[in-house]
């Protein structure tokens, strides 16, 4: 059976991954305690269903800290556990909660908002590298259905290699596996002419290979991916994220992402995002 495992935190969009993951054939349930898995599994895989999706999440209580020997049982037992912890930043779930007037799962009525959401990253710590961890501050809804396609469908047999470019100026990407910093190159911005441009444009492309310190820096990347990519396999990683920053996330990063999916693409699975750009 493939059994996808969707937690994190409240507001991060664990009901937006079910969703689409039952609109793409699993059996779908939410809130589910832990306890409870077992036996569900046992009788979802008599009743001959192959696929389901599972919603765990910080109101399972004190059964959550026995989650990741219930996974290393089912997997033990042959089933195929996908998990996927949804993450986001407390600017963005407190903003979230108030838009759509929810109450937090930890609210008691003594603690504030941001209490709770310090409280339930406390409590989740223990799930959170059970499986790829996606950041959803920046991601739209539809994004954010992409993702969760990418990750659960995709091939365990073969690692798939996500180069990311990012605005350091807008936080880190909590995704990350690799971050590199490219702020110390010529910055294509102060040219009025290249400044509304992206990384993607050949006046850009051109002004950054001009550079020899951009050359320099990307074949450093390149090197230092390459070399460590076959511990990244042999440690059965299905997915790795390789993020890139620039000031603003339009020019250096893009370019640098840009040349990196190129350079790899003979190799692993590879896909690239552009996080400031639409």
């Known amino acids: 059976m493939q059994i996808a495992l969707i937690t994190g935190l409240s507001g991060s969009g664990k009901s937006v991954a079910l969703h689409v993951l039952e609109d793409h054939g699993f059996y779908c349930v939410d809130n589910l305690?832990?306890?409870?898995?077992?036996?569900?599994?046992?009788?979802?895989?008599?009743?001959?269903?192959?696929?389901?999706?599972?919603?765990?999440?910080?109101?399972?209580?004190?059964?959550?800290?026995?989650?990741?020997?219930?996974?290393?049982?089912?997997?033990?037992?042959?089933?195929?556990?996908?998990?996927?912890y949804l993450d986001a930043s407390d600017d963005t779930l407190v903003t979230r909660f108030s838009e759509t007037r929810r109450r937090h799962p930890l609210s008691n009525g003594s603690r504030t908002l941001e209490e709770c959401i310090e409280c339930e990253r406390g409590i989740l710590e223990s799930v959170g590298e059970l499986g790829h961890r996606i950041d959803t501050?920046?991601?739209?809804?539809?994004?954010?259905?992409?993702?969760?396609?990418?990750?659960?469908?995709?091939?365990?047999?073969?690692?798939?290699?996500?180069?990311?470019?990012?605005?350091?100026?807008h936080g880190l990407p909590r995704d990350a596996d690799l971050v590199f910093d490219v702020r110390c190159l010529p910055n294509p911005h102060y040219d009025p002419r290249l400044r509304p441009l992206t990384g993607c444009d050949p006046e850009v492309v051109a002004f950054l290979e001009a550079e020899p310190e951009v050359a320099r820096m990307l074949a450093h990347i390149r090197g230092f991916v390459a070399d460590w990519l076959p511990s990244y396999v042999r440690d059965n990683r299905s997915y790795l994220t390789v993020a890139v920053g620039c000031t603003g996330g339009q020019h250096r990063s893009v370019y640098m992402v840009e040349q990196l999916a190129r350079a790899f693409a003979q190799g692993p699975r590879v896909l690239k995002r552009h996080r400031e750009l639409p």
Request: glycine share 8%; hydrophobic share 45%.
């Open 33 to 84: 305690p832990v306890s409870v898995l077992p036996p569900l599994v046992a009788d979802l895989q008599v009743r001959g269903q192959e696929r389901v999706a599972i919603g765990i999440d910080v109101r399972s209580g004190d059964s959550l800290a026995s989650l990741p020997a219930e996974v290393a049982r089912l997997k033990g037992a042959g089933h195929d556990v996908r998990a996927v």
């Open 137 to 169: 501050s920046r991601l739209s809804a539809n994004a954010l259905r992409q993702r969760v396609l990418e990750v659960i469908g995709i091939d365990r047999s073969q690692l798939t290699l996500l180069f990311e470019s990012f605005a350091f100026k």
